[in-house]
């Protein structure tokens, strides 16, 4: 029997809080949905998350991507209906964030977009680097990763132990995916007309020391379009904000008042999260 290729899953951090909102993390690039780990703590005080992780060998179209995002959602208030959802996506899942949101504009109370890497093509030279890429053999591709991390992220405002799990999960891509990837950033497009739609309240997060996109133009650009909208600039951070040790995603949604007041905190507890839906300490 030939073996069924993994599809993307959630991650899912212990202890599960079930009475409470489901936060969606998706993730950057890597797909690893591991990057969020040192804010889970205190977002799981009072928000149950999911982390996407998409396959490193997994090439779908956004259309498929966000049909899996919709599926595993759908799944999940099977076992609880009644439950608001808040919807997050960091640089490309804040693309896919977007597509999801669209295809589906009355399942999220609260979107929250990260740098999102819709931010590329307002960059000339993305079109022509996306296809060059294609031809970097896959030896140089580690060289690379190390090359474009001072890019991706403000190095002094991470710790060490996480400027490694960052290293190791731009890595963890083989260059295929890499590649794929870019091509669909390169061809990313959300009618107006559509995030128009999304009337809810959308919370923009915008770096405005990254290096690596345009995060604070995108950001006025997308409050343009959308009807009602928040924005936060991190103004000393890079890209890859949430992994900074200053940076506390659920104080920032706390003090935009972008949690549900009903949303009780109880105490903090460490969390780790886990492939396949399953839980452990």
């Known amino acids: 029997m030939p073996a069924v290729a993994p599809k993307p899953c959630f991650l899912t951090p212990k202890p599960v809080q079930s009475d409470s909102p489901l936060f969606i993390y998706l993730p950057g690039m890597d797909g690893t949905g591991e990057l969020l780990q040192s804010q889970i703590p205190e977002l799981a005080s009072c928000l149950d998350i999911r982390c996407l992780a998409i396959p490193k060998d997994y090439l779908a179209s956004w259309d498929v991507l966000a049909k899996n995002v919709l599926d595993l959602i759908h799944a999940e208030l099977e076992k609880s209906c009644q439950r608001t959802i808040y919807l997050c996506g960091e640089s490309f899942g804040g693309c896919l964030a977007m597509q999801v949101a669209t295809q589906s504009p009355q399942l999220f109370k609260r979107i929250i977009l990260i740098n999102p890497a ?114 936060f600039i991190l103004p000393n951070s890079g890209h890859a904000c949430l992994l900074e040790q200053d940076v506390n995603l659920y104080q920032i949604l706390k003090d935009n008042d972008f949690l549900d007041v009903n949303i009780n905190t109880p105490k903090i507890t460490t969390s780790t999260v886990s492939p396949n839906g399953t839980n452990f300490m």
């Open 118 to 231: 819709s931010a590329l093509q307002q960059h000339p030279w993305f079109n022509w680097i996306s296809q060059v890429t294609q031809f970097v053999p896959s030896s140089l591709f580690n060289i690379g990763a190390l090359g474009l991390l001072p890019f991706l992220a403000s190095l002094e405002r991470i710790s060490q132990s996480d400027r490694y799990t960052l290293l190791t999960a731009m890595r963890s891509l083989p260059s295929e995916t890499v590649n794929w990837r870019l091509s669909l950033l390169r061809d990313f497009q959300v009618d107006k007309k559509d995030l128009q739609q999304l009337t809810q309240p959308v919370l923009l997060i915008g770096s405005g020391s990254d290096l690596l996109l345009p995060s604070v133009r995108e950001i006025a650009r997308l409050t343009d379009i959308l009807p009602n909208t928040q924005t």
